[in-house]
């Protein structure tokens, strides 16, 4: 009896050595972070296809949101490491650990690709008196504790952005949290929030339509989507040290995954960002396309999580150190 | 005749046509399957139609859209099972219905009120589009929370004998609506260091629970009771009886299209405030509230198909998604390179009258499909308790499963289905805890965000309300039905006043 038993475990692995070099044999999986609607779904759902093409298989998207992104991270780290279940995510669990909210971020888990960077920027309701950040700064300083800026939560890019801005300039203002950028460009619009920060490609329709305004681009450098409006580094200089910084979307694999998948995944997602449609949409939400893979995309990862935790931390609206995680101090 | 020629593509082309109708026979099972969502099938449908070309795509997820929203009420007024939480209103009046045998009766005749709510929210799209998002964006922090306390005090006409008990049933469904992360600060409330908690247990396996489970375990008393035949004579209402309930289903269905126009509000709020509205206006009703009054179901229906115009409205006009499934049509028209936002209807003039056309088209579909195979829908009613509760339970357990590919929402769907069922035998409510659930973070959140603006006085707060002429209208509404609940009204000022 025992005897079958280790022959068949035997036969077993045999098989599934055997089948790996025929990766991927079967349907994949892609768990989506976020939920149906949001930018980390259109551009998952939109680069899955091209995917789909070079690997031969089929690769079955789900939304599973929740709990900023742990959710899903928890849920892909319980599936089998084979290279048949994806995470496709976005920036937020990179900030997980020094925020207390789990265990797990991208260090723990194998990048296959990440995709595109977005610009964050500073928009302000229309009708407001200041066209430019040093206006801003400067009506802000003027009336303590009237502008009403939206965010979107701890760890959020609002959150982020702003503790970069407390780190030059010392602000007294109101924080008004909404459940995502969407909801508080709404808000922005309807005169609920004076000023938010938010990814260029949420604004762009609204601020093109002239329905709000952008007063400065968080890069060091101008947006070619809006040319008129000023890099934050010319009236922070200092803001340098962080910048470029954005929210990125990537595709993650659980760690142990075999090296043949990985591999296999990340020359698929190398030629995907490529095709001309993605390119397209990726240019007209304002993003970046990256399409970093290997070291390139841990390094990527390791310098974002350095930068955001330690911002945070010296804000002092983290819960841990980042030194406790190892995470070091950027330079 | 631009706007003739745009209106008319998808009824002219044999193709679109074929597929705003094949959407719309979808969307109406999807929407009476309990969890799974319109949301879901149109995203789902995103990558479906990826390589299609836009119009098709379109036509296809506006059927699904429309002939969701109708299709929750099937099993609402069938099973007690509401396939979305806009049916939820549905459910109160609509199965009794089927209880009495007149199934077949309720849902003809919510197919037709569905059908002219619809038709309201299409009209409103097409005549006010601009105004009204306008109009809707102006919605502060503070209307939102006063919308949410009127919400609330639906719970009145949700009670049944008790109000004690509905207002308990009521707490408790606000209470539950508070698990999760705190959504102004993320702090964890009742989470008990469970990530599944997070986002606070789903609406919809509470929904389904307290609806559809409850209802089969109480059943189980009556297993020799001898089911009711249904009378499938008349399944196309009276003439007589649409004019006279025609009055109601165009208020509610304006009701419907204002609360979907709004960015923060959806279909079941609306079906929901239409049902209050129909429970205060109806004097004398031929048959009580809660045990099958017509007036019940028709004004949640008309209510939350006049919704899926209103949402339209905000998300063509402004690119601002009126709800979660007009969200989503915002990302597939991104996926399909166009741009969803303020000048979308200056770059695709096209757009707005072709999808108000696609709209028309979907609604009419609805009432084809809607009446059509009604006898053999009610025939389930009909079958034997062995046969019909188990089928409750299978359709309940993969209902909570695909809310969110989640085992834990079966296990809460359960937990709530035994407790709703313990709820009933001692005489509480169980439609305001799903009150209590859907209004919980509406309310929550939008009182910080007011009070936060107002730097923490209620002074100011209270001020600013009063200035704004939204605000106080809201205040002023919510004050008079307060009042007129009152002894101070009902004994003394009323009587001296309308003495006659």
Do not use: H
């Given at each position: 009896m025992k005897k079958t038993t280790i022959t068949l475990l035997a036969a077993l692995s045999l098989s599934s050595t055997a089948s790996f070099a025929e990766y991927p044999s079967k349907d994949l999986q892609g768990v989506i972070m976020w939920g149906a609607g949001g930018s980390t779904d259109t551009v998952m759902r939109s680069i899955a296809p091209h995917v789909e093409d070079a690997l031969g298989q089929d690769i079955i998207l789900t939304n599973k949101s929740g709990g900023v992104g742990a959710i899903s991270m928890k849920y892909v780290n319980k599936k089998k490491a084979d290279g048949y279940t994806l995470l496709m995510g976005a920036e937020n669990p990179q900030m997980h650990k020094v925020l207390g909210l789990s265990n797990l971020d991208y260090s723990d888990m194998i990048p296959i690709s990440i995709l595109a960077r977005g610009t964050p920027m500073i928009m302000a309701r229309n009708d407001a008196p200041y066209d430019t950040m040093q206006?801003?700064?400067?009506?802000?300083?003027?009336?303590?504790?009237?502008?009403?800026?939206?965010?979107?939560?701890?760890?959020?890019?609002?959150?982020?952005?702003?503790?970069?801005?407390?780190?030059?300039?010392?602000?007294?203002?109101?924080?008004?949290?909404?459940?995502?950028?969407?909801?508080?460009?709404?808000?922005?619009?309807?005169?609920?929030?004076?000023?938010?920060?938010?990814?260029?490609?949420?604004?762009?329709?609204?601020?093109?339509?002239?329905?709000?305004?952008?007063?400065?681009?968080?890069?060091?450098?101008?947006?070619?989507?809006l040319p008129d409006v000023a890099p934050i580094t010319d009236t922070l200089p200092e803001m340098k040290s962080y910048l470029p910084w954005g929210p990125f979307f990537g595709v993650f694999v659980k760690k142990g995954?075999?090296?043949?998948?990985?591999?296999?995944?990340?020359?698929?997602?190398?030629?995907?960002?490529?095709?001309?449609?993605?390119?397209?949409?990726?240019?007209?939400?304002?993003?970046?396309?990256?399409?970093?893979?290997?070291?390139?995309?841990?390094?990527?990862?390791?310098?974002?999580?350095?930068?955001?935790?330690?911002?945070?931390?010296?804000?002092?609206?983290?819960?841990?150190?980042?030194?406790?995680?190892g995470i070091k101090k950027p330079e | 005749m631009d706007a003739f020629t745009y209106f008319a593509m998808s009824w002219l082309s044999p193709e679109l046509l074929g597929l705003t109708a094949l959407g719309t026979f979808l969307g109406i099972y999807v929407g009476a399957i309990p969890g799974l969502s319109v949301t879901m099938a149109v995203s789902i449908l995103i990558s479906f139609t990826f390589s299609w070309d836009v119009n098709y795509a379109l036509c296809l997820m506006v059927g699904v859209y429309m002939g969701g929203v109708y299709g929750g009420s099937r099993t609402a007024i069938l099973l007690n099972i509401p396939g979305a939480p806009s049916a939820i209103a549905t459910a109160l009046d609509g199965y009794p219905l089927a209880k009495k045998g007149l199934a077949g009766e309720a849902i003809g005749l919510s197919t037709v009120m569905s059908v002219v709510g619809g038709f309201v929210g299409i009209i409103v799209l097409a005549l006010a589009a601009p105004t009204v998002s306008e109009f809707a964006i102006t919605f502060q922090p503070r209307d939102y929370m006063m919308l949410g306390i009127l919400g609330i005090m639906l719970v009145g006409s949700l009670s049944g004998n008790s109000l004690a008990r509905g207002i308990f049933a009521g707490a408790l469904g606000l209470l539950i609506g508070t698990v999760g992360l705190d959504p102004m600060t993320a702090d964890e409330r009742f989470t008990f260091g469970v990530i599944e908690l997070w986002d606070g247990i789903n609406p919809v396996a509470v929904m389904i629970g307290m609806f559809g489970i409850s209802e089969a375990l109480h059943q189980l008393h009556h297993m020799n009771k001898a089911v009711v035949k249904q009378k499938i004579a008349r399944i196309i209402p009276k003439w007589s009886d649409i004019k006279k309930y025609m009055p109601l289903s165009l208020q509610t269905s304006f009701i419907g299209v204002i609360v979907g126009a709004l960015p923060g509000t959806g279909g079941d709020i609306a079906a929901l405030m239409a049902y209050d509205h129909a429970k205060r206006t109806t004097k004398n009703p031929k048959v009580p509230f809660g045990q099958g009054a017509k007036e019940g179901l028709i004004a949640p229906e008309a209510a939350n198909n006049a919704a899926v115009g209103g949402a339209y409205i905000p998300m063509l006009t402004l690119g601002i998604p009126g709800d979660a499934v007009t969200a989503v049509f915002i990302g597939a028209l991104f996926i399909h390179g166009l741009n969803p936002g303020p000048l979308l209807l200056l770059e695709q003039p096209h757009m707005f009258w072709f999808t108000v056309g696609n709209l028309t088209l979907a609604n009419i579909f609805v009432l084809i499909f809607g009446l059509t195979g009604i006898k053999l829908f009610s025939k389930i009613v009909e079958c034997p308790k062995g046969i019909l509760i188990p089928l409750i339970f299978l359709l309940s357990i993969v209902g909570a499963y695909a809310i969110n590919n989640a085992i834990i929402d079966i296990w809460w769907m359960l937990a709530f289905g035994v407790f709703g069922y313990f709820m009933r035998l001692y005489g509480f409510p169980v439609g305001p805890v799903i009150l209590g659930v859907i209004l919980s973070s509406l309310t929550d959140e939008n009182w910080r965000r007011a009070i936060l603006t107002e730097r923490g006085s209620v002074s100011d707060l209270f001020i600013n309300t009063l200035q704004s002429p939204l605000s106080a209208t809201l205040f002023s509404i919510i004050v008079l039905i307060l009042v007129s609940q009152t002894p101070l009204w009902t004994k003394w000022l009323k009587p001296k006043l309308f003495r006659r």
């Open positions: 206006e801003f700064i400067d009506y802000t300083k003027a009336n303590p504790g009237k502008v009403k800026i939206g965010s979107t939560g701890k760890g959020g890019l609002t959150s982020i952005v702003l503790a970069m801005l407390e780190s030059q300039v010392k602000l007294d203002y109101i924080s008004i949290p909404y459940k995502g950028d969407g909801p508080a460009l709404t808000a922005l619009q309807g005169g609920a929030i004076d000023v938010m920060p938010a990814v260029l490609g949420a604004a762009i329709e609204q601020i093109k339509a002239g329905r709000m305004k952008a007063i400065s681009t968080v890069d060091v450098e101008r947006n070619e989507l995954t075999p090296d043949e998948a990985v591999q296999k995944l990340s020359a698929a997602f190398k030629e995907a960002p490529f095709k001309p449609d993605f390119v397209d949409l990726m240019e007209k939400r304002g993003f970046t396309i990256m399409n970093y893979t290997g070291e390139e995309a841990r390094y990527f990862l390791d310098a974002y999580r350095s930068t955001s935790s330690w911002l945070v931390y010296n804000a002092g609206f983290s819960k841990f150190s980042p030194e406790k995680f | -």
